[in-house]
């Protein structure tokens, strides 16, 4: 997402965020109501036309949405509204905003019962678990399978070990993929859990866990150069030979030693 997209997406979930946050509870049933409005989205190719459409009043946009979304809670009509009167630069955008949204009513309900910490750590050893685990991955995001098929194996792998809120949002991620790989969504709500701490998420490749220390002093590092805290999520790969590789959005660091490696390759053979 980016250009005025991003703008917009920004400027609607930090208005949202205080809403959220004083939901308590009822954040599961503002996020399960944001999900039917994506899935309805998804569905129909002229009402994501409607909605985005510049040269329609937001006015109009507005109405709209108190027509076709009459019966949801009031604070989910005025996030759609606050949605529908921003400038997207494509259709996908808008849907998948409100998406995020949704995400973050269920990220702010964690935080309200103090178990956000433990989901995303879940989230983190999850999106693991399937990178380690290929065959596991496909059969979650087997399109050809049902819902039901895949949300049974989601259960049957992981089920009665992960807090509400992980869970919630696992079944969303698998039951509902919206043409998203798994891993990439599961990456994506840890982006919107950061977000919502107004944090960033470096991603770290080593070849050996890294010590309470040594997080610390490239989260140090990190945050000298972002201007952010930084939340430091390190996955152990064998295949990487010294030094580490470090992904914060679509930059990256990569200081290993097979990597400097390939490089003089490249230099002696050029």
């Known amino acids: 997402m980016r250009g005025k997209s991003q703008a917009s997406h920004d400027a609607v979930l930090r208005l949202f965020d205080p809403v959220v946050t004083a939901a308590g509870k009822d954040g599961l049933m503002i996020a399960e109501q944001l999900f039917s409005v ?16 510049p040269a329609r009043p937001g006015t109009d946009k507005s109405v709209l949405v108190k027509q076709l979304f009459a019966g949801v809670d009031s604070r989910v009509e005025d996030v759609l509204v606050q ?21 973050n009513a269920l990220l702010a309900y964690a935080e309200s019962d103090k178990t956000l910490a433990t989901v995303e750590e879940e989230l983190f050893r999850i999106e693991r678990l399937l ?3 290929r065959d ?19 259960d049957d792998v992981l089920g009665g070990k992960l807090a ?24 994506s709500m840890m ?22 220390s040594q ?18 999520n390190v996955a152990v790969d064998p295949a990487v030979i010294g030094g580490i590789r470090v992904q914060v959005g679509a930059e990256v660091v990569d200081g290993t030693v097979l990597t400097r490696l390939d490089e003089a390759r490249r230099r002696l053979v050029g």
């Open 164 to 187: 509400p809120v992980t869970k919630a949002l696992m079944e969303r991620a698998v039951g509902t993929p919206r043409g998203n790989r798994l891993v990439g969504a599961i990456k």
């Open 215 to 232: 997080r610390k002093r490239l989260g140090t590092i990190l945050q000298n150069i972002y201007g952010r805290e930084v939340q430091i």
């Open 131 to 133: 990178v380690g685990e």
């Open 191 to 212: 982006d919107v859990a950061a977000w919502r701490r107004e944090r960033l998420v470096a991603w770290v490749s080593a070849a050996v866990e890294m010590s309470a």
């Open 83 to 103: 949605f529908v009167s921003q400038r997207w630069s494509s259709e996908q955008d808008l849907a998948q905003s409100i998406e995020n949204a949704g995400v």
């Open 38 to 53: 994506v899935d309805a989205l998804d569905s129909s190719a002229s009402l994501r036309r409607a909605m985005t459409d």
């Open 136 to 154: 596991l991955l496909v059969a979650m995001g087997n399109r050809a399978a049902t819902k039901e098929t895949r949300l049974e194996l989601l």
